[in-house]
């Protein structure tokens, strides 16, 4: 959500929008049950990933109460590969009492619209290859970031003192002590309204061995054999 852009400049909207999502209906009607319920900004594997972190549920009602009073209409741009998914959005906010238009645009154009940060709002999907929290809060987050990553305008000063002193160090430990704190910070603020994280589905043939799929979709290949 563009937190620059009304209604999304409200806090409470952006908590009410992420609180209004039925993520366990689109793990079973969106992805037949291939995904997990994504309720912070990271995924279970993921360095950072908060497994204490009370992120958000679901609550049409308390949603309903604070969205049913936004007159602003809000405009929800995504690519054809997200279509589904965006509707189903639309549903659960339109059901919630707010005013809801998808907008389909082409790939190239999409990415140039949310990486200047002009959407409202917008419907994606975001890899992670590195498997630490911190290609997500310095792409997406951090206050320094460039023109090509504005994506929600967001920005936070005590944010950007955690990333930075993520950055400062080696030590794990320390390191998740101040990623506790950034996803703290980023499920109050909510700039995002996480959604499900999807299973990685491979196929292979019953003649490989000694590969293993990975959760940041790397391919490890050094062990792997192909029998006669």
Not at 63 to 82: F, H, M
Not at 216 to 222: E, F, T, V
Request: negative net charge; proline residues 5%.
């Amino acid at each position: 959500m563009n937190v620059k852009s009304p209604p999304f400049d409200n806090v409470e909207v952006r908590r009410a929008v992420a609180n209004a999502i039925d993520r366990d209906l689109v793990v079973s009607a969106l992805y037949g049950g291939a995904a997990r319920p994504l309720t912070q900004d990271a995924y279970p594997e993921m360095f950072g990933y908060q497994a204490d972190q009370v992120g958000f549920g679901y609550d049409v009602e308390a949603s309903k109460a604070i969205l049913s009073k936004v007159e602003t209409p809000v405009v929800l741009d995504v690519r054809q590969n997200d279509l589904a998914l965006a509707q189903a959005m639309q549903g659960f906010l339109s059901a919630a009492g707010l005013k809801v238009e998808v907008n389909l645009i082409e790939d190239a154009a999409f990415g140039v619209k949310i990486e200047a940060g002009q959407s409202q709002g917008y419907v994606a999907s975001w890899g992670v290859a590195e498997g630490d929290l911190d290609a997500i809060l310095g792409r997406h987050f951090w206050g320094g970031r460039d023109d090509t990553s504005k994506y929600t305008n967001y920005s936070n000063a005590r944010l950007d003192e955690l990333i930075a002193a993520g950055r400062s160090t080696t030590d794990p430990e320390q390191r998740n002590v101040y990623y506790a704190e950034a996803m703290q910070i980023l499920v109050a603020d909510a700039p995002w309204a996480p959604i499900v994280n999807p299973s990685e589905l491979y196929g292979a043939s019953t003649n490989l061995s000694g590969w293993t799929p990975s959760p940041i979709g790397l391919y490890d290949l050094r062990n792997a054999e192909i029998s006669n």
